[in-house]
Structures are given as C-alpha cells and as structure tokens.
C-alpha cells in the first residue's frame, strides 16, 4: 500500500495551485460578492487540460484518472468552492458518462469541445418530484422516427446559464421505474430547450444554478446516451463518480478552515497570549487535521476503485459522507477559532462555512449516503 500521491499527481496539484494562486485568487472576493460566473478561469482551465482530466486522449483529453481529479479538485475548492462545483460538474458529470456510454459519434462530437473548455456540460437528473428519489422523473421523452420529443422540468441544475450541452434524463417507458428511464445529449440552442432565472443560494454563490423547461424539445435518436431503459444506472454510475468529485471539494474546503485556523489562532491575542497556546484550541486545530487526513484516504480509495474499473458505490458514498461531514465541523471550528471576525460577512471563514453547508445536499444528501452504504452491507 503506497500512501505517496505520485510524482505526476503532486506535478498537477502544484500546477494547479500556481494557476490558481496567480490567475484566480486575486479576483474571488469581489466577484463572489457580485455573484460573477467564473467564465474566463473555466476557459484558462480548459486550456490547460483541467476540464478534460478523465477523458481520454484520442477525445483531446488528458486521461489523467480520477486520484489526479480529487486532488486537483480539492486545490480548486481550497480556494474557491464555486469554481470547484463548476470544475467537479463538468468533469465527472457532464465528460465521464459520455465517455464511457457514449457511442463513438457522439463522443467524436462532444468530447473534444468539452475537454478543452470550450463547451460546459450540465447534468440534468433533479425535477421538483424526484430529489432524492431520483427514480420518480416525470420528464417524458416519446420518441418519434429518428427523434424523441422531450418535456418536462429540471431543477438544481450547476452550469446551466452557461453550459453547452446538457446530459437530461427522461422517462420513455412509464410502466417500468428505473428501467424506463433513459439519458440523452442536449444541445442548448435546441428549440424548446429554455434555461431560466439564477438560484439565490446559501453558499458558492458564484455558481450557476437554474431551472430548465423542456417543451416539444427534439432531440435525435443519435443522441441518446446509451440504450434505452439504461439511464437510470447511467445517472447513479455517473453519481458515483461525482460524489468523489464532491468529498474532494469538502477536503478542499475543510482544508481552507484548518490553514485560515492556524493563522489566526497564531496572530491572535487573548489574556496576554496567543490563543494557539490554549488547549481548547489545539484540540480543534488537531481533529480538523486528523478529519482531514482521514477523509482524504476514503477519498482517494474511492478515486482508484473507479480508476481501476469498479463502481465504487460504496465507497464514493463513504468518502461523501465523511468528507462533506468533515468539512462542516471544520467550517464551524474555523467560525470559532476566528471569533466574532469569523461572523463577518465577506470573512473567508464565513464563506466556507455556507459553502460547507451544500456539500451536505447535492450529489445526494448525508442521508441518502447512508442508505447506499447501509443497502450494500445488509443486502442478502
Ligand atoms: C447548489 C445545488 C446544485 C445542484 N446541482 C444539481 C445538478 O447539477 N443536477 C441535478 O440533477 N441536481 C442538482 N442538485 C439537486 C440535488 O442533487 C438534490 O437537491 C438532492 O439530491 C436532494 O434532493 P431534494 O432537494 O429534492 O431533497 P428531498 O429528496 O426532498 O429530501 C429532503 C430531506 O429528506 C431526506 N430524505 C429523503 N429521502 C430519504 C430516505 N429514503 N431516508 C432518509 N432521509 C431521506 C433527505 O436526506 C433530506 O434531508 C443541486 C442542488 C443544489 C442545492
């Protein structure tokens, strides 16, 4: 058992953090503040491979492997949760089912758009009555010669301002659950494909989440992802994936909390010390790390199982449990840690500690983690 990241990961992640240190951070203040979709960082991104990290190269992919996406990830997300959804969505969402269901049209089509950044991709599952229970898709898609004409309604969609293609999933046959749901490429200039107003959120306020309506939307029979019946493992395959994607953006942000921790507990005076020296402190500054070392082992584990073929249900539900867990105590000590300072609206203990919050719902809640982990344990 190696617990070294390789010589080609550790590469990434400081090639990453230069870009990041340079090009981004200086501008994350004022445009979470102004809520501003961080379009040029996707497009510098995107021309420095980081939007095609899992896909592979004859698609103008780097093929790098999921390991090397959970820790770019969480070196995104140590400085910006927004662009780490937006990054995380794109990448395992929106690029890895098309690679992997895909017919080799549709990937020749989509893919090299996708992995240089010059096309976003969306992935659209949630409806209004199919949150956790994503099985419940009303979303209807019949199919008519060479098309199927979709309708219905998406919600909670990350990117959707201004993703190109979105991955919608839709019922073709009402008298099966799961089995009756399929998956499909959707362009967004398709007539009757319509995006609607920005989400105000909790948290990663610079992210783009919306509604969409579909309304007679035809889409070709060529741009369905796989067969028929298929989309619903598709969506939950797809969901593994992503949930590694979002432990990695929890270790990034609980990793913020325990660097903004240990600065401030250095510099700040209390009773003519700093407040390092008192225990109550220490112990805080101790479990944020050891929470943080363990969550990035679950992840990384999970990382390779899907690197090595396996779906890794389990334990990419595992890795999101603790991870996202792990990050809200972290925001919270970090909030303590930092005083009544830490309250500040515009604080950076203050952002992660909303951003941490989401890290809890999407991609399945804490709860639905549990059932997923629970349902391998005691299946018979
Ligand atoms: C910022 C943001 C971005 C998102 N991006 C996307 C996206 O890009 N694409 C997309 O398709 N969706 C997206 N979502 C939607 C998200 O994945 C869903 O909101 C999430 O799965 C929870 O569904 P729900 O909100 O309907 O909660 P509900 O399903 O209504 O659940 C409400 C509560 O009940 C609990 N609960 C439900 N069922 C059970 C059960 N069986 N046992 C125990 N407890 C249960 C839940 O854990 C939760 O606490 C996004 C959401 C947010 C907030």
């Given at each position: 058992?190696d ?12 090639s990453?953090r230069?870009?990041?240190d ?5 501008h994350?203040?004022r445009?979470?503040?102004?809520k501003?979709?961080?379009?040029d960082a ?12 899992t896909?592979p190269k004859e698609?103008?992919g780097?093929?790098f492997?999921?390991?090397?996406l959970?820790?770019?990830l ?11 959804v ?11 089912p098309?690679?992997k269901?895909g017919?080799?049209e549709l ?11 010059e096309?976003l ?11 956790s229970?994503?099985a419940?898709?009303s979303t209807?898609?019949t199919r008519?010669?060479?098309?199927y ?8 969609i ?22 009756g ?14 995006v609607g107003?920005?989400e ?9 989440t ?10 070709p ?7 028929e019946?298929?989309?619903f493992?598709m969506a939950m395959?797809t969901?593994?994936?992503g949930?590694v994607?979002?432990a990695s953006?929890a270790?990034?942000i609980a990793?913020?909390?325990?660097e903004?921790?240990?600065?401030r507990?250095?510099?700040r005076?209390a009773?003519?010390k700093?407040?390092?020296e008192?225990?109550?402190i ?8 050891t929470?943080?070392?363990?969550g ?18 389990q334990?990419a ?7 996202s867990r792990l990050?809200?105590r972290?925001?919270?000590?970090a909030?303590?840690?930092?005083g009544s ?7 950076p203990v203050e952002?992660?500690f ?5 890290t809890e719902?999407?991609?399945?809640t ?7 982990i629970?349902r391998h344990?005691?299946?018979?």
């Open positions: 058992m617990f070294e990241l390789s010589a080609e990961i550790r590469a990434l992640r400081d990453v230069q870009f990041l340079e090009a981004v951070v200086p994350i203040e445009m979470e503040a102004a501003e979709f961080p379009l996707i497009r510098q991104l995107g021309r420095l491979g980081f939007m095609g990290m896909t698609y103008s780097q093929a492997g999921n390991v090397a959970a820790v770019v969480e070196e995104i997300n140590r400085v910006w949760a927004s662009l780490g937006t990054v995380s969505v794109h990448n395992s969402l929106a690029c890895s098309l690679a269901f017919s080799e990937k020749r089509k989509y893919l090299p758009k996708l992995a240089s950044g096309w991709g969306a992935y659209a599952l949630t409806e209004p009555e199919a949150g229970d994503a419940n898709q209807l898609a008519d010669g060479n098309e004409v979709l309708d219905g309604a998406k919600i909670w990350t990117n959707g301002s201004y993703a190109d293609l979105f991955t919608v999933f839709a019922r073709t046959d009402k008298s099966h659950k799961t089995r749901i399929s998956a499909f490429m959707v362009e967004r200039t398709t007539p009757g494909f319509t107003k920005e105000p959120k909790l948290g990663i306020h610079s992210s783009s919306v509604e969409i309506q579909l309304e007679g939307c035809r889409v029979v060529a741009n369905r992802l796989g067969e019946g298929k989309g493992h395959d969901l593994n994936g949930r994607g979002i953006q270790l990034g990793s913020a909390c325990l903004a921790s240990i600065e507990a250095r510099e005076q009773f003519g700093p407040i390092s008192y225990q109550a220490q112990w805080m500054v101790a479990d944020m790390a929470d943080l070392d363990a990035r082992m679950l992840t990384y584990r999970a990382a390779q199982i899907r690197d090595n073929g396996g779906s890794g249900a334990e539900a595992m890795a999101k449990l603790f991870a990050a809200n972290a925001a919270s000590s909030v303590q840690i930092w300072a830490g309250a500040l609206a515009g604080s952002r992660y909303r951003d941490a919050r989401i719902l999407y991609e399945g804490t709860e639905i983690q549990r059932l997923v629970a344990l005691l299946r018979s």
